[in-house]
């Protein structure tokens, strides 16, 4: 290690060298640096898609870093079952669910909150296998290019510049230093310049790997939003049909209810202050929060379906 450090050192000191004095070194031919450049954008394309990826998937910043906190307490524990991801759609669908069996089955709202809080967990569900598809067909098969392919790339390249520096301070002391020594620095050039122009000629030949993996993801995503589309259209059939129902259902009469009535009937229970205040619903205002459910429902259903 110590011989490596070393010549890490010598490298950096002979192409400081470079730039201060302003001479140029050996050249690689044009389409060389061409590969090389197209290495480089792949490269960064690569650690930059890893990480737009799961933004799109895990958008909320604060949920991700949760998710990654407990998804790290697990390994240590050794559980190899990770933590889901907490889907916007499920805590809706949940909070939906909660309201609309507390609000009871004699509640039109209620009922038009269950279908949708189930609906809205239909949503979760397929926004779990999103995720999954696209991290099995899509994120890792970019990190193992990345962590493979890319890195040995990198490796061959960097091999090379080491010994480009080192043939080229050789090449500067011809008649100082034994001739034998010049010989065997082209020829260690000459072998990583090939070694890494082959690995990049491989990889650059097989990026239709790269275009399946991209099908892929689309393909992930094509199947999410059909999948939800016909969800929201369900949903949406339902909520139609209750607020037809609802409107069709003939008005209550409001009949007030005296408090000199409710302390003579103490034990009529349906007529305390509780079922007074029931009273004041009127099937009006029942349609009204259905009609406002149904039309969230038709703008995301037309947003997923576009």
């Known amino acids: ?4 450090s070393a010549f890490k050192y010598f490298h950096k000191l002979e192409l400081l060298s470079e730039k ?4 140029e070194g050996t050249k690689l031919d044009e389409d060389f640096m061409e590969m090389e450049r197209k290495i480089e954008v792949t490269n960064k394309s690569v650690l930059d898609l890893l990480s737009k990826t799961t933004e799109y998937l895990q958008p909320n910043p604060a949920s991700r870093a949760k998710l990654n906190m407990l998804n ?5 524990r050794g559980q190899v079952k990770t933590t889901g991801y907490p889907q916007t759609e499920g805590l809706l669908g949940d909070c939906m669910l909660r309201y609309g069996h507390e609000l009871g089955e004699d509640s039109v709202f209620g009922c038009a909150l269950v279908d949708m809080g189930e609906a809205m967990r239909q949503m979760a569900d ?3 296998s999103l995720d999954i598809n696209v991290k099995q067909n899509f994120i890792d098969p970019l990190q193992n290019l990345q962590d493979k392919d890319l890195k040995e790339i990198t490796h061959h390249l960097k091999k090379l510049e080491g010994r480009r520096l080192d043939f080229d301070y050789k090449k500067k002391r011809q008649g100082k230093i034994p001739d034998e ?6 020829e260690k050039f000459e072998e990583s310049r090939e070694l890494a122009e082959r690995s990049m000629f491989n990889f650059l030949e097989n990026d239709v790997e790269q275009v399946s993996q991209l099908s892929a993801l689309i393909e992930a995503a094509l199947e999410y939003h059909r999948q939800s589309c016909e969800i ?4 949406s059939r339902k909520l139609q049909k209750r607020v037809s129902a609802t ?3 003939p008005k209550r009469e409001f009949k007030p209810k005296s408090i000199r009535s409710s302390i003579e009937a103490p034990d009529n229970s349906q007529h305390n202050g509780l079922s007074y205040s029931s009273s004041l619903k009127s099937t009006g205002s029942r349609c009204c929060v259905c009609l406002m459910l149904l039309s969230s429902m038709k703008i995301m259903t037309k947003y997923r379906c576009q």
Not at 72 to 76: A, D, F, G, Q, R
Not at 181 to 186: P, S, T, Y
């Open 1 to 4: 290690s110590s011989v490596t």
């Open 20 to 23: 201060i004095s302003g001479a």
């Open 72 to 76: 790290t307490v697990s390994k240590i």
């Open 126 to 128: 397929v926004k779990d």
């Open 181 to 186: 020594e010049i010989r065997q620095a082209v």
């Open 232 to 235: 929201l259209e369900e949903l």
């Open 247 to 249: 409107s069709s259902r």
